[in-house]
C-alpha cells in the first residue's frame, strides 16, 4: 500500500494529507475522499435520470472514490418490495448508462457498487437469516436459511458482483455490517446455528469469507473489493474486538482491497448518528481496531465526520488511510472541493439531524436535506437572466434560505429584520444540549450574507402604522420589485385562570427559557410541570435533565471504551412511568411532569431516529406522562388539574409553556402591503411565508393571503420553503 504525498497541483498545504493519492497496486485513487454509501429513494427506480444527477455533482465536487446506495444480490435481499437489485440484463443497462455517464466527468473518480442483503430487516414477508429470530425493527419473522440457501446467497452475491463488473463499475462494497444479512451470521443473538455456519466464531465468518473469496477468484485481481465490517456492534452478545480483527483479517486474506469501518447496528440502543453525539465519538474504536489487526489494505473511517480539519487529522494521525462521507455530500455536493480550494466558509456543513436523509428514508421516501433543500433536485432549474431588486423581511431561516439562493442567482437582495440578530428560532434549539451544531447554520448564513453582498437591516420592524414610512424609505427608494414576508412565530399562551399573575415568576413560555439558557434552566426548582407534550415539551424536558446531567457522551450510552466487553457496551439500559409521584430521581436531581390534554403518544412530529432517545431518557429519569387533564389554576400553591374528573394539586416550583406557536403573520399587515404595491404602475407581488399551527405538512400554495404554511418549528420546511419562494420568483 504506497501512501506517496505527490498530489494535483492546486490542493491546500493545509490538507496536503487528504489530497494526498493512494496507490491500491492494481489502480490509483486521486485523494482519500471516499463517498459512503447512501440510500437516497432512487435505487430502485425502473430509470437511474435522477440518480445519475445525484451522482454527477458529487463528482464533480472533487470525489476520489464513490461507493453507491445498497443494490441487493436477490429478491428476499431488498429492503422492500420492487427494491433495488441487480439480476438481469435490463438492470445491468441502467447501471451502464450511470458508469459511462460518470466516467466522462472525471474518469479519475472510482465507483464501486455496494452489495447489500438485508436479511432480517427486510420489510417484507420473504425476509431471511442464519436463523428464525425476528428484527426489533421489522415487522416480518424472517425464514432460516438452510444450508443449500446459504450456498445460493454466496452464489448470488458473486453473480451480483461480476454483473457490476459488466455494468462498467470499479469495484463492488460487501455491506458486512450494521446489522444487515452479513453481520447477522457474526453474533450468537442473531445466529444459532450448529452447522458449518455457526458455533463458533470460525463458522460464522465462512459466510462473508466465502463471499468475498468467490468474488476474487470470479473477477480477478483489477477489481476493487471493499469490505463494510462493523467494528463494535453497540448490542448485548455482539463480537468482541478479537472477534472483529479476526474477521478483518480473513477478510483480507480472502481478497479484499479496502476495509470500510463502520460503527454499530441499526438495532442498537446507542445513538451512533444523532446530533448529540460529538464529532469523532467513534475514532478512538477505529484506532483500538487498526492497532490490533495489523492490516496491510487500507482503512476507510468515517462515522461522525463532517469537518474537514477532522478529516485531514484522520489521515496525518494513521488513524486511517481513507475519511468517508456520507450525510456531509447531502448537505454539500462541493465538500471536498471547497476544501480543497480553501472555501471551508462557504460549505454548508452537515448538522447530523437525520430529518431529511435518514427519517425520510426509514419512512419510504426520498432523502432530502435540511441544510440542503437542492438535494436530488440538482439540475431541476436553470438560473433565469432577468435579475430583480428584492425585500425579505425577517431573518429567519426561511427568510435567510429565500435570501441566499436569490443572491445566488444574481438578485439583489435586502434583508430586514426586527431583531438584533439574524436566524431567529435556530438561536432557541441551538441551547437544546446536544444541538450545538444549529450554531453552523447560523455561521453559515453570516458568512454568506456577506460573501453574497446581501443587504442586511437589523432592528428594522415593520407594521401596519408604518408601513407607508417604512416602504417609501426602504422599497421604492431601491426600487424593490417583489417582497417576501418570513415573519416567523410566537409561543402560545394558554387562557388558565392565574397564569398571568405567574408569568415572569413561576411560569415560564419555552421561548424564554431557551433565550435565556442556561442561565434559565439553573433557576429551574427540583420540581417542574411542563404544559404540552410535543416535541418542544420533550426536548424541554430532555434539557432540564441533561443540563443537570455531568456525564459525558460515552458514560451517558453505558459505552465501553476499553473495548474489554461484547459489543463495546458496560451495561443494559434502564426501563416512562405513569400517574402521579412525588419522588425526585437522584441521578438527575428533577422532578418532572409532562402533561397533555389528550392521551396521544408524546413527540409524534419528531424524527424516528432521534424520538427514542429523549424517550429512553425520559424514562430512565422518571419522567411522569400525565394525560387527558384539564388546567384549572396557577397560584403560589402550583398547578392545579383535574384528570377523570378527580382533582390534582402538583406542588412545582416551576411550569414551562409548550403550547404550540402561532404565526406573527399579520393578515392587515398583508392587505396593508398589497394596497401599496398592487397598482397599475407598481405591481409588486408579496410572497408571505409563515408557520400555521394547525398544519402539519407543507401546503404548496402560492401568493395568498394564507401563505405558505410549515410545520411547528420544523427548520427543513422552514429552509425549503424560502428555497422555493425564491425559485417562484426566479421564475417569474
Not at 106 to 130: E, F, N
Not at 405 to 427: C, D, K, P, R, S
Not at 628 to 650: A, F, K
Not at 681 to 692: A, D, K, L, R, S
Request: charged share 20%.
Amino acid at each position: 500500500m504506497d501512501t506517496n504525498t505527490n498530489n494535483y497541483s492546486n490542493y491546500s498545504n493545509l490538507y496536503s494529507n487528504l489530497f494526498s493519492p493512494l496507490d491500491l497496486q492494481f489502480t490509483t485513487l486521486k485523494n482519500r475522499t471516499v463517498m459512503l454509501s447512501m440510500h437516497t429513494g432512487l435505487e430502485g427506480n425502473l430509470f437511474l435520470n435522477r440518480l445519475c444527477d445525484f451522482y454527477q455533482t458529487r463528482v464533480e465536487g472533487d470525489i476520489a472514490l464513490i461507493i453507491t446506495g445498497g443494490i441487493s444480490p436477490n429478491i428476499s435481499g431488498q429492503m422492500k418490495f420492487m427494491g433495488a437489485k441487480l439480476k438481469n440484463w435490463f438492470e445491468i443497462k441502467k447501471h451502464q448508462h450511470l458508469t459511462k455517464r460518470l466516467k466522462k466527468i472525471d474518469d479519475k473518480t472510482k465507483i464501486i457498487m455496494q452489495i447489500l442483503h438485508s436479511g432480517r430487516y427486510a420489510y417484507h414477508p420473504l425476509a431471511v437469516s442464519p436463523s428464525r429470530i425476528k428484527s426489533p425493527i421489522s415487522p416480518f419473522t424472517p425464514r432460516k436459511l438452510g444450508l443449500s440457501d446459504v450456498t445460493k446467497t454466496v452464489h448470488h452475491f458473486i453473480e451480483c458482483a461480476m454483473r457490476a463488473q459488466d455494468a462498467g463499475y470499479d469495484g463492488v462494497e460487501i455491506m458486512g455490517g450494521q446489522g444487515y444479512l452479513i453481520n447477522q451470521f457474526l453474533c450468537s443473538r442473531t445466529n444459532n446455528r450448529d452447522d458449518a455456519y455457526g458455533g463458533d466464531y470460525a463458522n460464522m465468518i465462512r459466510f462473508p469469507v466465502e463471499i468475498v473469496s468467490g468474488i476474487r477468484e470470479s473477477i480477478g485481481p483489477n477489481f476493487i473489493i471493499c469490505y463494510r465490517i462493523s467494528v463494535v456492534d453497540f448490542v448485548t452478545n455482539g463480537q468482541s474486538l478479537q472477534e472483529v480483527v479476526t474477521l478483518a483479517r480473513e477478510i483480507e486474506r480472502a481478497g479484499a482491497s479496502i476495509i470500510n469501518v463502520g460503527i454499530g447496528q441499526h438495532e442498537s440502543s446507542v445513538p451512533t448518528t444523532q446530533m448529540l453525539v460529538p464529532e469523532g465519538a467513534f475514532l478512538p474504536f477505529v484506532k483500538k481496531f487498526k492497532e490490533a489487526a495489523k492490516l496491510n489494505i487500507p482503512l476507510i473511517a468515517g462515522i461522525k465526520v463532517s469537518t474537514p480539519s477532522l478529516a485531514e487529522s484522520i489521515v496525518k494521525n494513521g488513524t486511517a488511510e481513507l475519511v468517508g462521507f456520507a450525510r456531509p455530500l447531502l448537505a454539500d455536493h462541493h465538500f471536498v472541493k471547497k476544501i480543497r480550494e480553501q472555501r471551508e466558509e462557504e460549505i454548508k456543513l452537515c448538522v447530523s439531524c437525520n430529518q431529511g436523509c435518514l427519517d425520510q428514508i426509514f419512512q419510504g421516501k426520498k432523502v432530502s436535506c435540511l441544510v440542503n433543500p437542492d438535494t436530488l433536485n440538482e439540475f431541476s432549474y436553470k438560473i433565469p437572466s432577468n435579475k430583480k431588486n428584492i425585500a425579505i423581511v425577517g431573518a429567519g431561516v426561511a427568510g435567510l434560505s429565500c435570501a441566499t439562493t436569490l443572491a445566488q442567482m444574481g438578485h439583489t437582495v435586502h434583508i430586514f429584520e426586527e431583531q438584533n440578530q439574524i436566524a431567529g428560532q435556530l438561536h432557541l434549539a441551538r441551547n437544546v444540549p446536544g444541538k450545538e451544531n444549529f450554531d453552523r447554520i447560523i455561521d453559515y448564513y453570516t458568512h454568506a450574507i456577506k460573501r453574497l453582498n446581501i443587504n442586511l437591516h437589523l432592528n428594522k420592524k415593520l407594521t401596519v402604522e408604518n408601513t407607508q414610512d417604512f416602504f417609501d424609505d426602504e422599497f421604492r427608494r431601491k426600487k424593490i420589485d417583489e417582497v417576501v414576508l418570513s415573519m416567523g412565530t410566537r409561543p402560545t399562551i394558554p387562557k388558565i385562570p392565574g397564569i398571568d399573575q405567574q408569568i415572569d415568576h413561576k411560569v415560564i413560555s419555552y421561548y424564554d427559557l431557551f433565550k435565556n439558557a442556561p442561565h434559565s434552566f439553573a433557576n429551574m426548582g427540583n420540581r417542574v410541570a411542563i404544559i404540552g407534550s410535543g416535541t418542544i415539551a420533550v426536548c424541554a424536558s430532555y434539557s432540564l435533565l441533561q443540563y443537570a446531567n455531568d456525564k459525558t457522551y460515552y458514560q451517558d450510552w453505558n459505552i465501553d471504551l476499553s473495548y474489554s466487553n461484547r459489543g463495546g457496551l458496560i451495561l443494559p439500559s434502564k426501563g416512562i412511568s405513569k400517574g402521579i409521584s412525588k419522588d425526585i430521581n437522584d441521578s438527575y436531581r428533577k422532578k418532572i411532569y409532562l402533561l397533555q390534554r389528550g392521551s396521544q403518544k408524546m413527540a409524534l412530529a419528531m424524527g424516528k431516529t432521534s424520538r427514542w432517545i429523549y424517550l429512553k431518557k425520559l424514562k430512565e429519569a422518571g419522567v411522569e406522562l400525565i394525560q387527558n387533564v384539564r388546567y384549572e389554576q396557577i397560584n403560589d400553591q402550583g398547578l392545579h388539574i383535574t384528570i377523570d374528573e378527580i382533582p390534582h394539586l402538583l406542588n412545582v416550583d416551576n411550569i414551562i409553556l409548550c403550547c404550540g406557536q402561532k404565526s406573527n403573520f399579520d393578515l392587515a399587515l398583508y392587505k396593508k402591503l398589497c394596497q401599496l404595491f398592487h397598482s397599475p404602475q407598481y405591481v409588486h407581488p408579496i410572497h408571505p411565508i409563515h408557520i400555521h399551527p394547525t398544519h402539519t405538512k407543507i401546503r404548496k400554495q402560492k401568493n395568498t393571503k394564507k401563505g405558505n404554511h410549515l410545520h411547528l418549528f420544523d427548520a427543513r420546511a422552514a429552509i425549503r420553503e424560502g428555497f422555493l419562494t425564491a425559485r417562484q420568483i426566479a421564475r417569474k
